[in-house]
């Protein structure tokens, strides 16, 4: 009964701003959010192949695909100076986040909850089948991105990811956000 008393009296100081942490939904915030303009352009379809297939397997063959669960996500680096293309088919409706390291930690201390994620990002909305590539552009200056592969329930993705040297002459996305 002890601890049930403490824990509501740190929940009250908490979620009154009493404590130096907080215990409510918001585990983590930016000072710095990405804001509308530099998330753009967003991702698009495009009938342009990649140079470099970089992702096509997960640990074993490329038939068998990568695994994928209600509650977990496949996460990898969007190369600074490189375009970034997307394609994949899947037995499971599969969405594509693209967020800055910042917003990943809050995507993952949050078990996966998107709604914790703050500011703007860019997404590829859910689906099985990505036969053409779509195209994101904001790491051609900016090594601050992460794709994050999230699936709608337990299934199988067979990822075609690639990318294109493309370095921009200047900084581009979040990295040209005035105080990232």
């Known amino acids: 009964m002890i601890i049930i008393v403490l824990l509501g009296i740190l929940y009250y100081e908490s979620s009154a701003g009493r404590l130096p942490f907080s215990l409510g939904t918001n585990h983590y915030q930016l000072a710095n959010p990405p804001d509308f303009q530099h998330s753009q352009p967003a991702p698009a379809i495009t009938s342009q192949s990649p140079f470099y297939i970089i992702w096509n397997a997960c640990g074993s063959t490329q038939s068998a695909g990568c695994s994928m669960t209600a509650n977990g996500w496949r996460e990898g680096s969007v190369p600074d100076t490189f375009d970034y293309y997307v394609s994949f088919t899947s037995n499971v409706n599969v969405t594509v986040y693209f967020f800055t390291m910042g917003q990943f930690v ?57 990318v294109t040297r493309n370095a921009a002459p200047s900084a581009t996305g979040y990295c040209a956000q005035a105080g990232s």
Request: charged share 5%.
């Open 106 to 162: 809050q995507f993952s201390v949050c078990n996966g909850d998107v709604s914790c994620v703050s500011g703007y990002y860019n997404s590829i909305p859910a689906t099985t089948n990505s036969p053409q590539f779509t195209l994101f552009t904001l790491g051609e200056g900016c090594a601050d991105y992460l794709a994050v592969y999230v699936a709608s329930g337990t299934g199988v993705m067979h990822p075609n990811v690639g």
